[in-house]
Each structure stands twice: as structure tokens, then as C-alpha cells.
């Protein structure tokens, strides 16, 4: 049986825990976002307050925020209890209230998380929830002791079983999380010809572009090359599923209106401007100098479905003015300024960029781009296509691939770009790996013996899952190798210590 002492000792390790799963659970990948002055733009554009009052919720967030802050407000009270503090469910409240806080301001820097006030609500209800139930738990607090005891007994096998599944399941799951198309910002506009900044200008025509939430076959593109972006060919583009669809021969009054068969079709505004800056020839628009048109509202219902298929395509005609044009000049994009985005399709020097927002390549996209070779936009009219799927970006112009994939977990994960929350998931998975050895090293009485162990549940998981890597074509860095040296070294120690601990309480 366990006392009191180890009790109350146990729920303050247990409490420092869950606050750290809570903390770093809620800022994964744990990529901050950059600068203040990136921050303050984000304030004064609004953006940061549209998101703060959005109602939506999602799924993953409550079950995060459920699981996360009712297992917090249970420990809290339980911790305050026990030290006898006066009004103890309100401190506990302050407290579980605080941490939420604490959240919800960190996410505001972090890229491809929010700030959102209903999930600062639902936190802070799941802490009341917790703080509720731990009061008959305590009352009856004779019935846990049987159940922490055996626990205590079993703890060796439950770890040898389970540092398996986790070692197999969390690495195979964690590197291709990187690519997701989670965290975009669904409250910014669809641009044409600049960024909301005026600063990234391109100069061309274009006679009209369409959004795909999905990757077109092979088949589809080279189909639809040969067919002008046109009103007479929207059907086809629908028949894709086109969530935007757009032909500039459409202009009336300064607004283009969408082709497209969706519920809610978004329409684009020409910017007032002088009339020189653009000029509609022959049902093309051609922009000559500097100017923005944008979406009458945010891209809302598109970049929710883009997410919703982790996949989207981009198809545009068009024919640069200038191959010597950088930033890259912003074709067709969905952004809020010049460092904040969710995709981009841009001109650099004659050649096609295609930008992608993911938990690894940060809020710009830029950490790795897709980019053509060899001056491709030269020679006037191209018909261009730009997808992402599973992490792999392509590019094609007229019909064909215009370079190579870019498979963004190889060449995220491979570099120095790896990311924190890669990098501290492996590092807790190897952890566990290292106690594991330590507890059956300590079961057996033989050296002999104990080295196999050792072995087989250390080392061989890793293995095990270094094989599910290889089958999946992803590629460990040279971080990971290093963290499988270190952390399993360094949780060997920890139990030790721990080990120590416990048989001094007990």
C-alpha cells in the first residue's frame, strides 16, 4: 500500500506532467512565429481579433482541451487539498484559468495555431469538470490505494508492452504530421496580381485561374491544357470540382464573378486604380503596372475544404510581361502579407514558385519551395498547373511537368529545419526507451541477462521503427540519431534516480 507522503508525492509529479503535455500539446510544432513587428502587423490588419471570435470548434482542439485540462483540474484540487488550503476549488479555478491563458496568449506567436476565445471557455470548463470529480474521489481515497498498488506492481510490464505500440505507432505518425495542411488561416483573402501589402507586384495577363481540393490526375492536366480558361469551357472545370473558377471575360463594373457550381461563390474586386494600370484586351485582363484585386471576403469555405482534403491544385493561363520579375511577384495567392500565407503561386526571374504552408514550413511557406528551371514562362501563353497532396508539391506547364517533386517531409526532415515538435516527440519516445532498459536491467539478476533485455527493449523498438520509416520513404536526420544515442541514456538515469526515490518514499 502506499501512504499519504507518496501520495501527495506522486500527484505533484503527476500534476508537473500534465501541465507540460497540456503546454506543449497546445503549441505543437512549436514554431514561433517570428517578430513582434509580424505580430503587430497581424493586429493592426484585424486579422488576429477575426480569429480570436471565431465560434467554430474543432473536433481535435475539445478533445485535446477535454483531455488535457479535466485530468488538470483533478490534480490541482487534489494538490491543494491536501496541503489544506482555504477556498481550494477557487484558487483551482484561478489556477486551471491562468494556464489557459498562458496558452492562449503563446498560441498568437506559434506558427499554425490561433488564439480563440471558445477555446479558452472550453478549457477552463474541462478544469471546472476535473476540479468537480476530484472531490468524492478524494472523500473515498481507500478504494485507489489497492488499484495504485497493483499498478505499482505491473508498472515493468505495462512499460516492456507499451513502449512497443508507442515506439511503432508515434515515430511512423509524427514525421508524415509534418506535411499536413493544418493551422492555415481561413480568414484570408484570395489575391491576383500583388499581395494586401502592394509590395510584391506582377506584371502580366491572365485570362483566368481556377482552385482544385484535390490533385488532378495526369490525364485531367493534359485535357485541360488544351482547353482556354474560358466561359464557354467552364463546364469541364466544374466537372473537376473546381471550388473557384474564375475567366476575366467576366469583368463587369470592377468585379469578376465565379464560374463555379459552389453554394457560396466567391467573387473577386478589381482595386480602384487608374484605368492605365490594367486594361481588358480580347477577353484578357492585363495588368500593366502595380495593383491588387482581391476576393470580396475571405476564402473561408475554400481553404476549409483544402484542409478538409489535405490536397489542392491551381490552374492558370497566363503570359509574364517581364522574366526578370522577383519577390517572387505574386500571381495568384492566399495571404494576408508578405509573411504570412497558406499557398502562393508566383513569378521569380521566368520561372514558377509555388509556396505551401505546413506545421514544418512555418506561416510564409518559405522554408522550402517548389520552383521551375530555365526561364519556363518565356514565349508567351502558358497554361499552368501547381498541386500539393501527401506532401508532394508539383508543378506542370502546357500538359507537362515542368520539374521535378518537391517531397517536402525529405526535404524538411533531412536538413537542419527539422522541427521542435518532431525533435521533443522522438526525444520523449527514446526517453521511455531508456527508463524501460533501466526497469528490466534492475529485474534481472544476471549481467547476461539484463543485456538482453536491455536490447530487445531499447533497441530493437527502434528497429522496428526505423523500419516502418524506410517503408513509409521518409528519412531520419542526423538529430534523430543523435537524440537515439542520448535520450535512452538519459532515461536510464532518470528512472535510477526516480527508482531511488520511490523506495526512499515508500
Given at each position: 500500500?502506499?501512504?499519504g507522503?507518496?501520495?501527495?508525492?506522486?500527484?505533484?509529479?503527476?500534476?508537473?506532467?500534465?501541465?507540460l503535455?497540456?503546454?506543449v500539446?497546445?503549441?505543437?510544432?512549436l514554431?514561433?512565429?517570428?517578430?513582434?513587428?509580424?505580430?503587430?502587423?497581424?493586429?493592426?490588419a484585424?486579422?488576429?481579433?477575426?480569429?480570436?471570435?471565431?465560434?467554430?470548434?474543432?473536433?481535435?482542439?475539445?478533445?485535446?482541451?477535454?483531455?488535457?485540462?479535466i485530468?488538470l483540474g483533478?490534480?490541482?484540487?487534489?494538490?491543494?487539498?491536501?496541503?489544506?488550503?482555504?477556498?481550494a476549488?477557487?484558487?483551482?479555478?484561478?489556477?486551471?484559468?491562468?494556464?489557459?491563458?498562458?496558452?492562449?496568449?503563446a498560441?498568437a506567436v506559434?506558427?499554425?495555431?490561433?488564439s480563440?476565445?471558445?477555446?479558452f471557455?472550453?478549457a477552463?470548463?474541462?478544469g471546472?469538470?476535473?476540479?468537480?470529480?476530484?472531490?468524492?474521489?478524494?472523500?473515498?481515497?481507500i478504494?485507489?490505494y489497492?488499484v495504485?498498488?497493483?499498478?505499482?506492481?505491473?508498472?515493468?510490464?505495462?512499460?516492456?508492452?507499451?513502449?512497443?505500440?508507442?515506439?511503432?505507432?508515434?515515430?511512423?505518425?509524427?514525421?508524415p504530421?509534418?506535411?499536413?495542411?493544418?493551422?492555415?488561416?481561413c480568414?484570408?483573402?484570395?489575391?491576383?496580381?500583388?499581395?494586401?501589402?502592394y509590395?510584391?507586384?506582377?506584371q502580366?495577363?491572365?485570362?483566368?485561374?481556377?482552385?482544385?481540393?484535390r490533385?488532378?490526375?495526369?490525364?485531367?492536366?493534359?485535357?485541360?491544357?488544351r482547353l482556354a480558361?474560358?466561359l464557354e469551357n467552364?463546364?469541364?472545370?466544374?466537372?473537376a470540382?473546381?471550388?473557384?473558377?474564375?475567366?476575366?471575360?467576366?469583368?463587369?463594373?470592377?468585379?469578376?464573378?465565379?464560374?463555379?457550381r459552389?453554394k457560396?461563390?466567391?467573387?473577386?474586386?478589381i482595386?480602384?486604380?487608374?484605368p492605365?494600370?490594367?486594361?481588358?484586351q480580347?477577353?484578357?485582363?492585363?495588368?500593366?503596372?502595380?495593383m491588387?484585386?482581391?476576393?470580396?471576403?475571405s476564402?473561408?469555405?475554400?481553404?476549409?475544404?483544402?484542409m478538409?482534403?489535405?490536397?489542392?491544385?491551381?490552374?492558370a493561363?497566363?503570359?509574364?510581361?517581364?522574366?526578370?520579375q522577383?519577390?517572387?511577384?505574386?500571381?495568384?495567392?492566399?495571404?494576408?502579407?508578405?509573411?504570412?500565407?497558406?499557398?502562393?503561386?508566383g513569378?521569380?526571374?521566368?520561372?514558377?514558385?509555388?509556396?505551401?504552408?505546413?506545421?514544418?514550413n512555418?506561416?510564409?511557406?518559405?522554408?522550402?519551395?517548389?520552383?521551375?528551371?530555365?526561364?519556363?514562362?518565356?514565349?508567351?501563353?502558358?497554361h499552368?498547373?501547381?498541386?500539393?497532396?501527401?506532401?508532394?508539391?508539383?508543378l506542370?506547364?502546357?500538359?507537362?511537368e515542368?520539374t521535378?517533386?518537391?517531397?517536402?517531409?525529405?526535404?524538411?526532415?533531412l536538413?537542419?529545419?527539422?522541427?521542435?515538435?518532431?525533435?521533443l516527440?522522438?526525444?520523449?519516445l527514446?526517453?521511455?526507451?531508456?527508463?524501460?532498459?533501466?526497469?528490466?536491467?534492475r529485474?534481472?539478476?544476471?549481467?547476461k541477462?539484463?543485456?538482453?533485455?536491455?536490447?530487445s527493449t531499447?533497441?530493437?523498438?527502434?528497429?522496428?521503427?526505423?523500419a516502418?520509416?524506410?517503408?513509409?520513404?521518409?528519412?531520419?536526420?542526423?538529430?534523430?540519431?543523435?537524440?537515439a544515442?542520448?535520450?535512452?541514456?538519459?532515461?536510464?538515469?532518470?528512472?535510477?534516480?526516480?527508482?531511488?526515490r520511490l523506495?526512499?518514499?515508500?
Amino acid at each position: 500500500m502506499f501512504p499519504g507522503k507518496t501520495i501527495e508525492w506522486l500527484t505533484t509529479l503527476a500534476l508537473i506532467a500534465i501541465i507540460l503535455l497540456v503546454m506543449v500539446g497546445s503549441l505543437l510544432p512549436l514554431q514561433f512565429a517570428g517578430s513582434w513587428t509580424a505580430i503587430k502587423a497581424d493586429l493592426q490588419a484585424g486579422w488576429i481579433l477575426l480569429t480570436l471570435f471565431d465560434l467554430e470548434l474543432d473536433f481535435t482542439t475539445v478533445i485535446q482541451r477535454l483531455l488535457g485540462f479535466i485530468p488538470l483540474g483533478f490534480l490541482v484540487h487534489q494538490k491543494l487539498i491536501y496541503h489544506r488550503y482555504q477556498h481550494a476549488k477557487a484558487v483551482s479555478i484561478g489556477l486551471v484559468t491562468l494556464i489557459a491563458l498562458v496558452i492562449e496568449l503563446a498560441q498568437a506567436v506559434v506558427s499554425s495555431r490561433h488564439s480563440r476565445i471558445v477555446d479558452f471557455m472550453l478549457a477552463i470548463t474541462a478544469g471546472a469538470i476535473g476540479i468537480k470529480f476530484s472531490i468524492p474521489i478524494l472523500i473515498h481515497q481507500i478504494f485507489i490505494y489497492p488499484v495504485l498498488d497493483t499498478i505499482r506492481r505491473m508498472l515493468p510490464g505495462f512499460l516492456w508492452l507499451g513502449n512497443y505500440i508507442v515506439a511503432c505507432i508515434c515515430i511512423a505518425a509524427i514525421i508524415p504530421a509534418s506535411t499536413n495542411l493544418s493551422g492555415w488561416n481561413c480568414h484570408y483573402p484570395l489575391l491576383v496580381g500583388n499581395e494586401l501589402t502592394y509590395d510584391r507586384p506582377w506584371q502580366g495577363k491572365i485570362r483566368g485561374f481556377s482552385l482544385y481540393p484535390r490533385e488532378l490526375t495526369a490525364d485531367e492536366i493534359e485535357h485541360l491544357s488544351r482547353l482556354a480558361m474560358t466561359l464557354e469551357n467552364a463546364e469541364p472545370r466544374n466537372a473537376a470540382g473546381a471550388l473557384a473558377l474564375y475567366s476575366f471575360e467576366t469583368i463587369a463594373h470592377n468585379r469578376v464573378s465565379s464560374l463555379s457550381r459552389e453554394k457560396s461563390p466567391l467573387d473577386l474586386l478589381i482595386g480602384k486604380t487608374k484605368p492605365e494600370k490594367w486594361q481588358l484586351q480580347e477577353d484578357v485582363l492585363h495588368i500593366r503596372e502595380p495593383m491588387l484585386i482581391k476576393s470580396a471576403v475571405s476564402a473561408y469555405a475554400i481553404c476549409k475544404s483544402i484542409m478538409a482534403s489535405q490536397a489542392f491544385t491551381i490552374e492558370a493561363e497566363i503570359a509574364s510581361d517581364d522574366l526578370m520579375q522577383s519577390g517572387p511577384a505574386r500571381i495568384i495567392s492566399n495571404s494576408i502579407d508578405t509573411h504570412h500565407r497558406n499557398f502562393t503561386l508566383g513569378e521569380k526571374k521566368g520561372d514558377l514558385v509555388l509556396r505551401v504552408r505546413t506545421p514544418q514550413n512555418g506561416d510564409n511557406g518559405s522554408d522550402v519551395e517548389l520552383q521551375s528551371n530555365g526561364y519556363i514562362l518565356a514565349g508567351g501563353w502558358h497554361h499552368v498547373i501547381a498541386s500539393y497532396a501527401s506532401g508532394v508539391a508539383k508543378l506542370f506547364v502546357d500538359g507537362k511537368e515542368a520539374t521535378l517533386p518537391l517531397h517536402y517531409d525529405e526535404a524538411l526532415f533531412l536538413g537542419t529545419t527539422m522541427s521542435a515538435s518532431t525533435a521533443l516527440m522522438t526525444s520523449f519516445l527514446l526517453l521511455g526507451m531508456g527508463i524501460v532498459a533501466r526497469i528490466v536491467f534492475r529485474l534481472h539478476s544476471t549481467l547476461k541477462a539484463a543485456v538482453v533485455s536491455v536490447f530487445s527493449t531499447s533497441f530493437f523498438p527502434i528497429l522496428i521503427s526505423l523500419a516502418i520509416v524506410i517503408w513509409l520513404e521518409r528519412h531520419p536526420s542526423p538529430i534523430f540519431w543523435s537524440a537515439a544515442i542520448i535520450m535512452p541514456l538519459l532515461g536510464f538515469v532518470l528512472c535510477w534516480v526516480l527508482q531511488r526515490r520511490l523506495a526512499y518514499s515508500i
